[in-house]
């Protein structure tokens, strides 16, 4: 699954999610994980009111299961809980991305919390998913 991290120093989730110009995205499973790329936002970013900002992001995101921020507004929170997107707040801006991959692998390997069992199972399956399904039938 995918995890994104919300960031401006790409070590600590320290960005809140409508200003925040990167966002990093990890590969995870219960084996380890793997960066993946850095999405980048330009513009004004700043608060402003104007809910379209944010779009783009939503959008850049659709395919991960969590995405972990300083802090976000509830309006864009609620567009990612309904595009499949559980966001999470990072405990303080000081809390590093590494340690939270590390913590995200040993709890797959084990017995995952019912938030993140919910997070996992949320993800609609892809159209060559359910192919395949049908196809073992």
Avoid at 27 to 34: A, K
Avoid at 110 to 118: A, H, I, S, V
Avoid at 124 to 131: A, G, R, T
Wanted: hydrophobic share 40%.
């Amino acid at each position: 699954m995918k995890i994104a991290f919300t960031t401006s120093d790409r070590l600590h989730i320290n960005a809140h999610f409508g200003w925040a110009k990167e966002i990093d995205v990890y590969e995870i499973s219960d084996s380890g994980y793997q960066f993946l790329e850095t999405l980048t936002f330009d513009g004004d970013l700043k608060q402003d009111g104007n809910e379209d900002k944010v779009t783009p992001k939503l959008d850049a995101l659709a395919d991960c299961t969590i995405v972990y921020v300083a802090a976000i507004g509830g309006s864009a929170a609620a567009r990612l809980i309904k595009k499949g997107v559980t966001p999470v707040k990072a405990k303080s801006e000081e809390e590093e991305i590494a340690d939270i991959l590390n913590k995200l692998v040993q709890t797959l390997k084990g017995n995952p919390p019912p938030w993140l069992r919910k997070a996992l199972q949320q993800k609609p399956q892809s159209f060559e998913d359910e192919l395949e399904e049908e196809a073992t039938v």
